[in-house]
């Protein structure tokens, strides 16, 4: 590897290779993080506090339910919660029983989760209160036999836990009627569990610890087996990329956790190489309330923080933020979409500190390349490959093309996915492992890749391809601009036509205003032929703007 031209840009101390398996599984590394941290927080949220002693003992009191229901090791159980203390010991329990952790997005709708649930097979499944009457609505399709229901306040302390439960069913009625049968309470099976037997199971390495599934941007959800391999491995890489804002020191590491848990980039990151080198993860239940995360950040000396585009965005447009205190920040890391250089030359102009731009999908466990954390990070690109992986820029027929030129970007290394779960892999890898990422992309001569556009969004007008990232990134340039997304449309004559949706920063922007900066800015033929304004855009609950469902409408 170490010819690679991005060896050379890694930042001092960073090796081109490195041991990939420094623990037998996860609950290995689980398991030495809480003796070797046992008496720091390890999660905080809505101000109450969990130390990695209490994660230890409460994951080993759920493990121990698990198995007493008759789980056994294998068997996938599906998570399916926003950012609570209940979610790390959730998933820490499961996969120290040796289940399968289905991660699931809280507000898939009942067709999105009879499809997870049904693929999976899942046996059980851990749900917030507030979206058990979908579960009601598709329970009967699945094999689920185990239903473990909680509420968001549960693992508040005392009257605080009771008040907050009662205010979320009670008083803002985010709690809709549902009926299901057998159903036990989060806490009684961590009661129930300190009182049974745990056995630690033999757990492999190629064993399979989550199914992550696609977050259904380019249609149907499959679930990407990662094994605790993959994990392990992509945990020691990242440890060592780290590096640079890990060494230096602070009296405690905190890093905010606003992407959702069950996102694999918030799951991998925040969840495990935080939890693994001893930081407190802030765990925000609802970033979109940007105010309220704003009252929330107010409260902590955050070193680290991650996100992705439209919640940087958010957060530097609420007047509040830009008077928080950053003199503990060390830097963000931005992942999950493109981080627009504007947004990125914002984000250091308010906080002083560089927001970097990370790449991965759910496949890789995520994380392929990233930003240098030294300052030696470089605007519009997705960084350098992670040591121990090998990227390469590829054309349709599986050639490997030269430096410098367009082709979709294939990765090999520990961390990406065996293949998705019970499906035919056919068409998911090139000859030699190369895994296929759907993205177009380029290399420059040090090794920093750029991404062009997803292979399925590119738009073609009159021949001409053109990739909605660009002409984004251009629109979300204008000072008058809060957000943007770019579509291609059919086109009696020229096949596509570029439709722009924006929501504007300032109500006087006019489409005849913003396309004539876009003329001055864009190539004719990549300048949108339709500007539409608009309130809101279709987005992921991780922030990702959807622009699938954007095109579903145009054919409705």
Known sequence: MANFPWIKNYPEGIPAEIKLYEYESLPDLFEKSCAKFKDRVAFENMGATMTFAEVDRLSRDFAAYLQSIGLKKGDRIAIQMPNLLQFPVAFFGALRAGLTVVNTNPLYTPREMEHQFKDSGAKAIVIVENFANSLEKIIKHTVIEHIIVTRIGDMLPGLKGWITNFVVKNIKKMVPAYHLDNVTWFNDTLRKGASLKFTKPAIALEDNAVLQYTGGTTGIAKGAQLSHANIVAHNSMITQWFKPYLKQQVSEEIIITAIPMYHIFALTVNGVLMFSVGAKSVLITNPRDIPGFCKELKKHKFTIITGVNTLFNGLMN??????????????????????????????????????????????TSPVLCCNPL???????????????TEVAIFDDAGNQLPQGERGEICARGPQVMKGYWEKDNEGVFFEGGWFKTGDIGMMDPDGFFKIVDRKKDMIKVSGFNVFPNEIENVAAGYPKVLEVAAIGVPDEKSGEAIKLFVIKRDESLSEEELKKYLHENLTNYKVPKYVVFRKELPKTNVGKILRRALKEEEVK
């Open 318 to 363: 609420n007047a509040e933020f830009a008077k928080l205190d950053f003199s503990h920040l060390k830097g963000a890391v931005g992942g999950g979409m493109a981080v627009q250089d504007i947004v990125a030359k914002k984000w250091e102009q308010v906080t002083g500190k560089p927001l970097v731009e990370g790449y991965g999908l759910s496949e």
């Open 374 to 388: 030294d300052g030696t990070h470089r605007l519009g690109t997705i960084g350098l490959p992670m040591p121990s």
